[in-house]
């Protein structure tokens, strides 16, 4: 599979690295190239109808996966064992073994290659899943004001002169705001009793951090 | 990493900025003290939180761009199903069906030309004129860096997307606006570009490079566009008639004779 992308592996892995504006002008464009990639559409569709699902579940899958790849990028699991629209392929596989367990879909269809993930990139998304991410999200999404927008820089690996410039605001400003709003996400997620009880169970030995 | 704070340690840990011995020394100070663990686990929920929240911007994203290029890739399953139909079954009956199938034939290709040729979209991106370029503009004028990074996207890139978010933080500005109506218009988002366009047509007096009758003729195509082509549209087009500058005086004029074409009213 070949698609038309307006950077190259090695230009989409500095950005990875390098974080911040150039890595957002890259996601947007890897995902736009990706999303209008006839040859990726088709072997996308192509893998889900012979492995039990119909296009409308493949067109999910490849928004699912598409923005996975994004949230891949940030965290530089993207290491450029394959190119980007197999690594993305790659995500769309992954998960769609997923929910056709989940779904109770056959698996006669799906071969030992498609267990195989592409490359040896990592293409696992979050370790949260299920009600814990919508615990999260029912506590991220009640986030007033700008705080959701610096966040997302932040997370990005935006610098804070560069989250100042974005939001209209000086350096010390976007130091301030952002410290302050992750602050408050953080005291929001150590009150929620269903968060609390999952921080108990969570092993931190399983997040390769160490 | 000795005069870090615990929190700034903590970012350092998740953004793998530590060695391998100041990772054991974490590790091993984490075992004793369940306080540092519970920090950790905080923090590595928060990220978690706000990749969610970045997860779904990129997914309503994706779909825009999905939903803009699903006209062009593929098959509708009911036009492919209609392809396995049985064949007539009587003799007598093919002379009638294949007149029939002839004139289905002209009807279905009459109403594709119209719709390629002369529906809203069509017309307005056809006739679209591109926007002018700021750095005709006469004199040192310091431009705002969110301009500068909009029109650098713009320009250079073709990243529309991408202009439009440098453009929105550059506030209301003349300039900006212009560039917005016209990025949304490249993104055939009619409606907006209408507004944007209307936001600098306001202005008492325009920067040189902005031609006002040039301007006013896209904001009639965006109103094509958009669908919108009530008394408003008609009086805009009226007045660009009669007192715009030339060439847009007779495109406008020229615009008027392809809306009240025959083509274009097959195609609505």
């Known amino acids: 599979m070949k698609c038309p992308i307006g950077y190259s592996k090695q230009e989409i892995l500095e950005a990875s690295q390098r974080g911040g504006a150039q890595l957002q002008k890259v996601i947007n464009v890897v995902l736009r190239d990706l999303c209008r990639c006839d040859a990726f559409d088709r072997t996308v569709k192509s893998f889900v109808r012979v492995r039990g699902g119909n296009t409308e579940d493949a067109e999910d899958l490849i928004q699912e996966s598409l923005s996975q790849l994004a949230i891949n990028l940030i965290d530089q699991k993207y290491q450029g064992s394959s190119s980007i629209e197999n690594y993305a392929f790659g995500i769309c596989k992954f998960k769609w073994l997923n929910i056709a367990s989940k779904k109770g879909i056959s698996t006669v269809g799906i071969t030992d290659d498609d267990k195989e993930k592409v490359g040896s990139d990592d293409v696992e998304g979050s370790f949260v899943a299920g009600e814990m991410r919508e615990w999260l999200w029912k506590i991220v999404g009640n986030m007033r004001g700008r705080c959701p927008d610096f966040l997302k820089l932040w997370a990005m690996g935006y610098s804070h002169r560069e989250i100042g410039a974005q939001l209209d605001v000086t350096e010390k400003r976007a130091r301030k705001n952002t410290s302050e709003c992750r602050k408050r996400l953080r005291e929001s997620i150590a009150q929620d009793a269903n968060l609390m009880q999952f921080m108990k169970e969570m092993k931190l030995t399983n997040l390769n951090l160490f | ?268």
């Open chain 2, 1 to 268: 990493m000795e005069n870090l704070n615990n929190s700034e340690r903590i970012d350092a840990l998740l953004n793998g900025k530590l060695s391998t011995t100041e990772r054991a020394a974490f590790q091993e100070e984490m075992a004793k003290d369940a306080n540092l663990e519970q920090d950790v686990k905080t923090h590595t929920l928060e990220r978690e939180a706000i990749k969610l929240l970045l997860k779904e911007d990129y997914k309503a994203q994706i779909k825009a761009w999905r939903t803009e290029g699903s006209a062009t890739t593929t098959l509708p399953s009911s036009a492919k199903e209609r392809t396995l139909q049985p064949k007539a079954r009587t003799r007598s009956l093919r002379p009638m069906l294949s007149a029939a199938a002839s004139i289905l034939l002209l009807l279905v290709a009459g109403f594709w030309f119209s719709n390629a040729n002369y529906s809203g979209n069509a017309i307005a991106s056809d006739a679209y004129t591109e926007a002018g370029s700021i750095t005709d503009r006469s004199g040192n004028v310091q431009l705002d860096k969110n301009v500068q990074q909009g029109l650098q996207a713009y320009f250079s890139e073709q990243d529309y997307d991408g202009a439009i978010r440098s453009f929105e933080q550059a506030g209301n500005s003349v300039d900006a606006n212009y560039y917005l109506g016209h990025s949304h218009f490249k993104l055939k988002q009619y409606g907006e570009a209408v507004s944007y366009f209307n936001q600098v047509l306001a202005a008492t007096t325009l920067p040189s490079y902005i031609n006002r009758s040039q301007l006013e003729y896209n904001r009639l195509l965006a109103q094509i566009g958009a669908g919108d082509t009530g008394s408003t549209f008609e009086q805009n087009l009226a007045q660009l008639i009669q007192n715009g500058q030339p060439p847009f005086n007779t495109k406008a004029q020229a615009l008027k004779d392809k809306m009240g074409s025959f083509w274009r009213n097959l195609a609505f």
